[in-house]
C-alpha cells in the first residue's frame, strides 16, 4: 500500500516537472522566465523567438542561441516601455529610455519623443496609466560562427491613459527595433515605431450622487 | 504635444471662422480637447552610409559549377556598383565578360578569366586597373547560388522591357512578371537571342540586380524582419568580403535609395576577334569608368547612347 502510494507521488511529481519543463523550454515558442512584471516593472509576454541564421545550420539547431539572446533582448524592452510609459517618475523626462538607444539613433530617438514615449508633457497631461500590456516576438539573426549579431524586436503595446482633464486615451505603439550588444548589454540602433492612439470611453463620473 | 495642442486650437479657430461663430468656439469646453494626441504617429530611424566618400562593390556571377568553388569559374556576369552616400545615387555598369584586357596576373586576355586566374583578388585587381575603381568589397555567386537565392525568395518580380526567347527554351515576354530561379538564371545568360548579344545580355544582368532591389525594398517597407530574411538567404549563396555589420547598414542605406535615382548601364566596345576567338575592345580612356570612379554614379544625361544598348 505504501510502496503504491509512494509510486503515485513520485508519478505526479514527475508529471508537474514535465509540464513545467515544458511551459519554460518546450514548443515553438519557449517562454523566458521573467515573463511576468513584479511590482513597479512593466514585462511583455514573450510570444515568441527565433534564429535566422547566415550559415546553413537550421534554425531549429539554434533555439537555445536565440533563447539566451532573447533574454537580454527582453530585458531593453521591457525596461524601455517602463521608462517609456509606464513608470509616472519617468514621465517628460525620458532619458533612461534614451539611454536604451545606441550612437546616432539615441539623438533621433530623442527627437522622436512624442511616438516613442508617453510623450513631452505626459506629467502636466496624464493622471494614470492603466492596464499596460504588450506582446513581444524575437528575431536573432546569427553570424558565421552562429552567434547572434543582431535582432528585431516586434513589440505590440497597449494602455488606457487617464488624462487630468478626464477624458481617457487608449495608446498603441507598434514598433520593430532592432537592436545589437554594445558592451554586453543589447541597444537599439535602428527603429520604425507607429503609434495609433484612439479616444477611450470616458472614465465614470465619481463622487456625483444621482 | 505643444504642437499639437496649438494645432487643435487653430483647427478649433478654423471651425469657427467658417461659421460657428465666435461664441461657438468660446463655449466649448476646455476639457473636450483631450490633453493626449489622438491619432496616427510614425517615428523611424536606421543607419545610414556616411560621407561623401563613394563605395564601391564588384558583384561577381561565377560559371562555376556545383562542387567547384566560385572564385575557380569564369565570370559570367561582371558589374560595378557606385553608390555615393551624399547623392543618394547609384549606379550599375556592368562589364562584357568578353572584354580583351590586361590582367593582373599577367597577359591580356578576356577578362573573365582573371576569376579562374586570380581568385577573388585578381578579379578585382584586373577591373580596378582597368577602370580606375577602387573596391572596398566584392560579391560573387554562382549558377546554383543565384537559382537557391530567388527560389527562397518566393521568386523575383521583374519588368522585363521587350520580349525575347530564352537559350533554353524559355520564353520571357515583355512586361511584369515573376521569375523562379531558373528563370532568372536563364535571364541573366541569354545572350545569343539578344539584338546587342553581350551588352544587352549584361544589361539584363543589371535589370535583374535591380529587380531584386526594388523587391527587397517593398518587402522591407512592408516588413522589417524581411531584412534578415535577405540578409540570410544571400549570405548562405554568396562569397564576400563584406563584414556582415556593414551588410547592414548597406541594406538600410539601399532601402532608402529611390529607383529612379539608380543608373544601370554598360561599358560597350568595338567587336573583334583574338586568336580565332570573339572579344570585346573597350574605349581606353573610357568616359562610363571615368565619370562612375569620380563620384560613384552616372547620371542618365550623361550616358552616352551606346553605352544604353536595347531597352
Redesign the interface.
Known amino acids: 500500500m505504501i510502496a503504491r502510494r509512494r509510486a503515485a507521488v513520485a508519478i505526479g511529481v514527475v508529471a508537474v516537472l514535465v509540464i513545467a519543463g515544458f511551459l519554460l523550454f518546450g514548443g515553438d515558442e519557449p517562454l523566458i522566465s521573467g515573463d511576468h512584471a513584479g511590482p513597479g516593472e512593466f514585462s511583455f509576454h514573450l510570444a515568441g523567438v527565433q534564429a535566422s541564421p547566415i550559415t546553413r545550420t537550421p534554425p531549429s539547431a539554434l533555439k537555445d542561441t536565440a533563447r539566451e539572446a532573447g533574454v537580454g533582448i527582453k530585458e531593453t524592452m521591457d525596461e524601455l516601455y517602463f521608462r517609456a510609459f509606464v513608470d509616472t517618475g519617468s514621465w517628460g523626462d525620458y532619458g533612461a529610455a534614451f539611454e536604451l538607444f545606441d550612437g546616432e539613433a539615441q539623438a533621433r530617438a530623442e527627437s522622436d519623443v512624442d511616438v516613442l514615449t508617453l510623450g513631452s508633457n505626459a506629467k502636466d497631461d496624464v493622471e494614470a496609466l492603466e492596464g499596460p500590456s504588450g506582446n513581444l516576438t524575437i528575431v536573432v539573426l546569427t553570424d558565421k560562427k552562429d552567434a547572434p549579431i543582431t535582432a528585431i524586436a516586434e513589440v505590440q503595446f497597449l494602455a488606457d491613459a487617464q488624462g487630468k482633464d478626464n477624458t481617457t486615451t487608449e495608446i498603441t505603439s507598434t514598433g520593430s527595433f532592432f537592436l545589437r550588444q554594445v558592451g554586453g548589454v543589447w541597444k537599439i540602433y535602428a527603429y520604425r515605431v507607429d503609434r495609433d492612439d484612439q479616444a477611450g470611453a470616458a472614465p465614470s463620473p465619481t463622487g456625483s450622487p444621482s | 504635444?505643444?504642437r499639437?495642442r496649438l494645432v487643435a486650437v487653430l483647427a478649433s479657430l478654423a471651425a469657427g471662422v467658417a461659421g460657428l461663430g465666435v461664441a461657438t468656439l468660446q463655449a466649448t469646453p476646455?476639457?473636450s480637447?483631450?490633453?493626449?494626441?489622438?491619432?496616427?504617429?510614425?517615428?523611424?530611424?536606421?543607419?545610414s552610409l556616411q560621407g561623401d566618400k563613394p563605395i564601391f562593390i564588384l558583384i561577381l556571377g561565377s560559371d562555376s559549377r556545383p562542387g567547384t568553388p566560385l572564385e575557380e569559374g569564369l565570370c559570367d556576369s561582371i558589374h560595378i556598383l557606385g553608390i555615393n552616400p551624399e547623392a543618394k545615387r547609384a549606379t550599375l555598369v556592368g562589364i562584357p565578360r568578353d572584354s580583351y584586357v590586361p590582367l593582373s596576373t599577367g597577359g591580356t586576355n578576356k577578362i573573365n578569366v582573371a576569376l579562374a586566374q586570380g581568385g577573388a583578388k585578381g578579379m578585382v585587381a584586373t577591373v580596378e586597373d582597368l577602370t580606375g575603381v577602387t573596391f572596398d568589397y566584392y560579391v560573387i555567386t554562382g549558377f546554383d547560388g543565384m537559382k537557391r537565392i530567388f527560389d527562397a525568395l518566393g521568386g523575383l518580380k521583374i519588368d522585363v522591357p521587350y520580349s525575347f526567347q530564352g537559350h533554353e527554351g524559355s520564353s520571357f515576354p515583355e512586361g511584369k512578371q515573376t521569375f523562379t530561379g531558373a528563370q532568372a538564371l536563364e535571364f541573366s545568360r541569354t545572350r545569343k537571342t539578344l539584338t546587342h548579344g553581350d551588352f544587352d545580355r549584361s544589361m539584363n544582368q543589371g535589370r535583374l540586380l535591380l529587380a531584386a532591389l526594388a523587391q527587397f525594398k517593398a518587402e522591407f517597407r512592408k516588413d522589417?524582419?524581411a531584412?534578415?530574411?535577405w540578409?540570410?538567404v544571400g549570405?548562405?549563396n554568396v562569397a564576400t568580403d563584406v563584414p556582415?555589420?556593414e551588410l547592414?547598414t548597406l541594406a538600410?542605406a539601399s532601402s532608402d535609395l529611390r529607383p529612379k535615382r539608380i543608373t544601370n548601364l554598360v561599358a560597350v566596345g568595338s567587336i573583334g576577334t583574338a586568336g580565332g576567338a570573339s572579344i570585346v575592345n573597350l574605349p581606353s580612356p573610357n568616359p562610363v569608368f571615368e565619370d562612375v570612379a569620380a563620384d560613384g554614379y552616372v547620371l542618365p544625361k550623361d550616358i552616352p547612347a551606346e553605352n544604353a544598348p536595347s531597352g
Open positions: 504635444m505643444r499639437r476646455a476639457a480637447v483631450p490633453l493626449l494626441q489622438i491619432g496616427k504617429a510614425h517615428a523611424e530611424f536606421g543607419p522589417p524582419t531584412l534578415f530574411e540578409i540570410a549570405m548562405r556582415l555589420n547592414l538600410f
